[in-house]
């Protein structure tokens, strides 16, 4: 791993928070992702099932996590289990962990090596009433493929049909929502990374220069600053680019009188930062950009300070739309008198600002969180208004990663430039 060791007490809180939600005399197994082929014989970098990574911190592969709290054997009530380690496939691979590494990483003291487990399984599934296992249950889940935890659920259920089966994912979308001050701390981490990430990048642009040279200077910046990898492909889009949200190309060049949307993040510790920043590739707004600008800056501060313990996520957005309706009339983007014939299921301001304002944030950049429950203390979440003009060829975003405290939200980016002076300022000074 690249980035700095992690104190095990947040593993052993989050297997604590869970143990508590489950059903007396119940086990608990999570399993690895599945290394998946890329082409000829090569695989994709390997990444971590997030829920593996939250309960124990292990990011090797063909790794398994068992919690059976009222197993008659106390040694056998936290298990995390590993591959034996290889002398050649070490020579190939690398090296792998040892039984003492795991402990410290995880804090988990029994580990099983899996050639060892088929015998040990059966005996604790025998001695539980309830199972629960681990789904892929986020809401913005898009694939076809039955991955390795669905397989296993059959495995599972075809072993053990008597048994009563129940779903890890309802009580890890309660508790993965809500973050430890531990989790914040390697989140804050991931996003002084990419702060400064981005003021390396103020002083970089200028007319000329391709959106992939952008990227390859966040690659650069993240990786010599211990991240693993970006939280996400990068969004570099210059010009009527920055209009496709989810642009990857970034093969265009930035041109004078333009403005340049990046939207990146630094994946630190397994936990994800979310920033979007959009500047103009001379240096200095025009007149025009700056209004739209600023306009968008309103909305990201209105949207802050509804943000708070109690509404929900769409009644939120609803409110932002209202906000959002008011601020485009004054720049321009709608008539009053369009809006009061306006279908309020198909509300105007959609025709500038077509996407979500906020999304939760963690482990994974679209992480685990219900939108129609109240939010609660200790979520955190992106707020990221943007106003995108086809006429004008201009699109803006702007992105902070906000957390709800019982003391008020708390912006984990407010020391990241963000006014029109600010980035103005920064840019003024190029390397």
Request: aromatic letters at 10%; hydrophobic letters at 35%; charged letters at 30%.
């Amino acid at each position: 791993m690249k980035y700095d060791p992690i104190p095990s007490v947040l593993f052993t809180t989050n297997r604590k928070r869970f143990v508590k939600e489950m059903l007396p005399n119940s086990i608990a197994i999570f399993v690895s992702n599945d290394e998946w082929p890329y082409n000829g014989d090569a695989l994709h970098s390997f990444k971590q099932n997030s829920n593996i990574v939250w309960l124990s911190g292990i990011t090797q592969e063909k790794t398994m996590v068992i919690l059976f709290p009222d197993c008659p054997d106390a040694k056998f009530r936290e298990v995390l289990v590993l591959e034996r380690p290889n002398e050649l496939k070490e020579k190939w691979d690398g090296k792998r962990l040892r039984a003492g590494e795991a402990k410290e990483i995880s804090g988990i003291a029994t580990i099983v090596w899996l050639d060892t487990l088929p015998g040990l399984l059966q005996t604790w599934i025998h001695l539980a009433d309830h199972i629960y296992l681990d789904s892929n249950e986020n809401d913005r889940k898009a694939t076809e493929i039955k991955s390795n935890e669905y397989r296993f659920i059959e495995q599972m259920k075809d072993a053990y049909p008597l048994h009563q089966y129940h779903r890890s994912a309802r009580i890890l979308k309660k508790l993965r929502a809500i973050k430890t001050r531990h989790e914040i701390d390697q989140i804050q981490q991931a996003i002084n990374i990419t702060g400064n990430t981005f003021k390396r990048l103020l002083r970089f642009i200028r007319p000329g220069v391709h959106e992939f040279e952008i990227e390859a200077e966040i690659w650069h910046e993240f990786l010599r600053s211990r991240a693993t990898r970006p939280a996400y492909s990068s969004i570099i889009a210059s010009g009527d680019n920055a209009r496709t949200l989810h642009y990857v190309s970034n093969n265009g060049v930035c041109k004078s009188g333009e403005l340049v949307l990046m939207d990146f993040g630094a994946e630190y510790a397994n936990y994800c930062a979310d920033l979007t920043r959009t500047v103009p590739v001379d240096g200095k707004f025009t007149k025009r950009q700056k209004e739209v600008y600023n306009a968008c800056l309103h909305l990201h501060n209105y949207a802050k300070s509804l943000l708070k313990p109690g509404i929900t996520i769409l009644d939120y957005t609803d409110k932002v739309g209202v906000e959002a309706t008011k601020t485009f009339i004054k720049i321009g983007l709608l008539r009053s008198s369009d809006v009061k014939n306006q279908d309020p299921e198909s509300p105007l301001y959609r025709k500038y600002l077509y996407h979500g304002i906020s999304h939760h944030l963690g482990l994974d950049v679209h992480d685990l969180g219900t939108r129609t429950e109240p939010i609660r203390e200790g979520m955190l979440f992106t707020v990221e208004p943007g106003i995108y003009i086809e006429e004008e060829k201009m699109g803006i975003r702007i992105e902070n990663n906000i957390w709800i405290t019982r003391r008020g939200n708390v912006d984990l980016m407010k020391d990241i430039p963000i006014t029109t002076d600010e980035i103005e300022r920064y840019m003024r000074h190029k390397k």
